[in-house]
T-cell receptor
Framework: GESVGLHLPTLSVQEGDNSIINCAYS??????FIWYKQESGKGPQFIID???NMDKRQGQRVTVLLNKTVKHLSLQIAATQPGDSAVYFC?????????????????WGAGTKLIIKP | KAGVTQTPRYLIKTRGQQVTLSCSPI?????VSWYQQTPGQGLQFLFE???????NKGNFPGRFSGRQFSNSRSEMNVSTLELGDSALYLC???????????????FGPGTRLTVL
């Protein structure tokens, strides 16, 4: 069946360094992927997404890379700051048709906790 | 624009009881999805409502149910609570109209349910 998983449950990074959070997926039919950040006591917050017709997308201090050959997704955070401490989730979206409109049902990974060392 | 709100934020119940959680989506959003989040786990999809109809459903027992009202507000109900139902319940809203394009979900802060 489909699954989305993360390679590392916890990642410790020195403040100012770059962070790379990895994610594997198994369904080659997935057509887009999303990264969310969840800070303690809050709901997940959208960071960035990428369509399957792209292999790279950049945001503010974040870059998502998609390697469809090996079904791998990564989130790169440049110049990591204390405020980046959170759990990061990747999610896999597969378009399913429901009635006259399509919608994505997301499948979520277990999450990676990013710890920033001062 | 106000974000997604969930009430109550915290709830303590005992086994066998039932509980109703409420979610108010962002104004204009027609889709509300519910998720269960437990320690060490990712988010597990419960169901999605769009225009008062359940459009998608995850793999949860029938004790978990939901509904959506004409103003897009949604409630989820858990009957005959079990200890394992203790979790953070998150709702997320989106416009719901995808038609081949992405549709970002915006999450509320969640309701922390503790079953004793």
């Amino acid at each position: 069946g489909e699954s989305v998983g993360l390679h590392l449950p916890t990642l410790s990074v020195q403040e100012g360094d770059n962070s790379i959070i990895n994610c594997a997926y198994s369904n080659s039919a997935s057509d887009y992927f999303i990264w969310y950040k969840q800070e303690s006591g809050k709901g997940p917050q959208f960071i960035i997404d990428i369509r399957s017709n792209m292999d790279k997308r950049q945001g503010q201090r974040v870059t998502v890379l998609l390697n469809k050959t090996v079904k791998h997704l990564s989130l790169q955070i440049a110049a990591t700051q204390p405020g980046d401490s959170a759990v990061y989730f990747c999610a896999e979206g597969m378009l399913s048709v429901w009635g006259a409109e399509g919608n994505y049902q997301l499948i979520w990974g277990a999450g990676t906790k990013l710890i920033i060392k001062p | 624009k106000a974000g997604v709100t969930q009430t109550p934020r915290y709830l303590i119940k005992t086994r066998g009881q039932q509980v109703t959680l409420s979610c108010s989506p962002i104004s204009g959003h027609r889709s509300v999805s519910w998720y269960q989040q437990t320690p060490g786990q990712g988010l597990q999809f419960l169901f999605e409502y769009f225009s008062e109809t359940q459009r998608n459903k995850g793999n949860f027992p029938g004790r978990f149910s939901g509904r959506q009202f004409s103003n897009s507000r949604s409630e989820m109900n858990v009957s005959t609570l079990e200890l394992g139902d203790s979790a953070l319940y998150l709702c997320a809203s989106s416009s719901g109209v995808v038609a081949g394009s992405t549709d970002t979900q915006y999450f509320g802060p969640g309701t922390r349910l503790t079953v004793l």
